[in-house]
């Protein structure tokens, strides 16, 4: 006797999958694109996430290499319809500005503009994570945000770690907002085995490790 044959699909099952299916988007600068790797940390996460939640999830990213905190607000903020069908976002920003802070420190020899920049990334990143609490506000599915705080690639400059360190710290605040929670990376300033042969970019090693702790942080209310 033949093996009876399953139905195919019909428009409302079809239908059923896709509402089923989570939307991951992936927000940031070159540790977004994956810059100093072959994976990144992004496909890694999702597919992490995808078997921790049992369901497929369709990635979207919003990203661009060399972008600073307020290019990528505003490239946020261009695709709100995106960041509304999310249920998991994930963001990186702020590293290209400490960058060019440091870049004026090494042609000025003055870090007075240091903590201009770190006001000024801390404030970016707070007036984005507002942007997407309003965008979310009337969701009907839950929705998690992950924001990467920063490492230092340059460790062997002790204001730029210290600063950094206050930076980092300051981030928690951003937890007040509705299911956001700091993923820690600065384990990354610890060894030049996790970055890539420019000294800058996470290698293979390194963004596993972010994907790793991104993963830690949860999927609560997933």
Do not use: W
Request: aromatic share 10%.
């Amino acid at each position: 006797m033949m093996a009876a044959v399953p139905p195919f699909p019909t428009v409302h099952t079809l239908k059923k999958r896709r509402e089923a299916m989570y939307v991951y988007v992936a927000i940031g600068d070159s540790l977004v694109t994956g810059v100093g790797s072959t994976n990144g940390f992004v496909v890694p996460y999702r597919n992490m996430a995808s078997r921790r939640l049992g369901q497929p999830i369709q990635l979207i990213k919003l990203a661009r290499n060399g972008l600073t905190c307020e290019q990528i607000s505003s490239l946020t903020f261009r695709h709100s319809k995106q960041i509304e069908r999310a249920n998991i976002i994930t963001i990186t920003a702020g590293g290209n500005n400490f960058l060019t802070a440091l870049r004026q420190t090494s042609r000025t020899g003055t870090v007075d503009h240091l903590p201009k920049t770190t006001a000024g990334v801390y404030a970016c990143l707070h007036h984005l994570i507002r942007h997407i609490t309003y965008v979310k506000q009337h969701a009907r599915t839950p929705y998690i945000v992950r924001v990467f705080n920063l490492y230092n690639p340059l460790p062997n400059i002790p204001v730029l770690q210290s600063h950094l360190f206050r930076f980092n710290q300051s981030l928690y605040t951003l937890e007040r907002y509705p299911n956001v929670r700091i993923v820690d990376i600065s384990f990354l300033s610890n060894g030049v085995h996790y970055l890539a042969k420019d000294g800058i970019h996470p290698n293979n090693r390194g963004y596993e490790k972010m994907a790793e702790a991104v993963y830690q942080t949860g999927f609560h209310p997933l």
